[in-house]
């Protein structure tokens, strides 16, 4: 039996011993190097580093709009097994993953979407209104009060791991220190392991996409354009309603391996592919659930005002069963709902998601993203 390499690890396996060594990025230990934490000096200027060297000197990362910050590199070979994050800059800031040394990231996505968490445009450090906190209980990402933004997704890595953070924000005209207003900070854990990776581990993928509103007719695309071998994992998806009745007739697709007009894979209805039934409808109201592998986690309702329409938020983990590529995989979606004569309404909604799957190297290039006006207006 060959030694235990601390991968895949589970309950079934936590006793078992190996040589993986442990180590963590943060603020306070920007490297993960062993025995360099907390060794940033106090800065002078701020009030809360009065103790001293070694008490909380260094806890977030700041950085200026416009700015793109690297918060790991890290040589392999090794795998990331949890990261935590929190900001208050919402979708401005774009999460981008590299593996290997490939100039082409294979996780680019903006920072809350890639936590589940689409609607996350919190409030202007508590001066505006922002979207209600939404928990996420699942098993590969968690999302705590107030945005505890966690994930659990495994991520090998054979020579390099690097992580960069782009703010998108443009530069306040008022403020010469842009870099010291709170929503320009990013605080943040990530957990990794010094380990050897097995020859058929794959690599973390993760796209963003966002069409608003869809065409009317207009499939929506979760993911093309993968090439590789690979399984798809998941999806999380942020809807905006842009019209009345029941909206979520819309079947998903999975189309492998040089399928054409037809899929392998078709489902039978929006809410039932995110394991829910007949329209999420408990006495005339929308019902929310997170659970280990699905959830409908969120409804923003129109509150006459500020907030013009309803608002959801879902996912979807293939972990028990992940669907499997040799080639390549496109994944669609409809726009589908009921119309005022009973039958089938062709819908024109605010859709995001973020796909989730792992392949082998190289990446495909990524649609370009939406432009940050695009991006962030909800």
């Known amino acids: 039996m060959a030694p235990f390499n601390g991968l895949g690890m589970s309950l079934g396996n936590l006793s078992r011993l190996s040589k993986a060594k442990t180590r963590s990025i943060s603020a306070e230990n920007p490297t993960g190097a062993k025995g360099k ?37 890290i040589k392999g070979p090794g795998a990331i097994q949890s990261i935590w994050m929190t900001t208050g800059a919402g979708r401005n800031l774009i999460l981008r993953f590299y593996w290997d040394g490939q100039k082409r990231p294979s996780v680019e996505c903006p920072l809350p979407d890639f936590f589940a968490t689409p609607w996350c445009y919190p409030k202007a450090w508590y001066t505006l209104p922002g979207a209600p906190f939404a928990p ?55 957990n990794y392991t010094l380990t050897d990776v097995p ?65 392998t894979i078709c489902g039978t209805g929006l809410e039932d592919y995110f394991g829910g039934a007949w329209d999420w409808d408990v006495d005339k109201e929308y019902v929310t659930y997170t659970t280990p592998f699905l959830g409908m986690h969120q409804v923003i309702k129109p509150d006459g005002l500020y907030s013009a329409q309803h608002r959801h938020a879902m996912y979807r983990w293939h972990v028990m069963d992940p669907v499997r590529f040799e080639k390549d995989l496109r994944v669609t979606i ?41 991006l962030v207006s909800f």
């Open 199 to 263: 020859a058929d581990a794959a690599y973390f993928h993760a796209q963003f996409r966002r069409v608003n509103p869809i065409p009317q007719g207009e499939v929506y695309t979760i993911l093309d354009g993968v090439k590789g071998r690979g399984h798809y994992v998941g999806v999380s998806t942020g809807w905006g309603i842009n019209q009345n009745g029941w909206w979520g007739e819309g079947e998903i697709k999975f189309y492998i391996d040089g399928d054409k007009e037809f899929p």
């Open 37 to 73: 934490g907390a060794m940033a000096d106090p800065d002078p200027n701020a009030s809360l580093a009065h103790l001293g060297k070694g008490w909380k000197c260094q806890p977030t990362v700041p950085f200026k709009p416009g700015e793109t910050v690297t918060i790991a590199d």
């Open 334 to 374: 409809h726009a589908l709902g009921h119309g005022p004569d009973g039958g089938f309404c062709l819908g024109n909604h605010d859709i995001s998601s973020v796909a989730y799957w792992y392949q082998t190297l190289p990446t495909a290039p990524f649609p370009k993203l939406p432009g940050r006006d695009a």
């Open 136 to 190: 996420v209980n699942s098993l590969p990402v968690v999302v705590n009060p107030h945005w505890g933004f966690n994930c659990y997704w495994e991520m090998p890595f054979r020579k390099r791991c690097r992580i960069t953070v782009e703010n998108m924000k443009p530069a306040d005209k008022k403020d010469e220190d842009a870099a010291n207003k709170p929503n320009n900070y990013l605080y943040y854990q990530i």
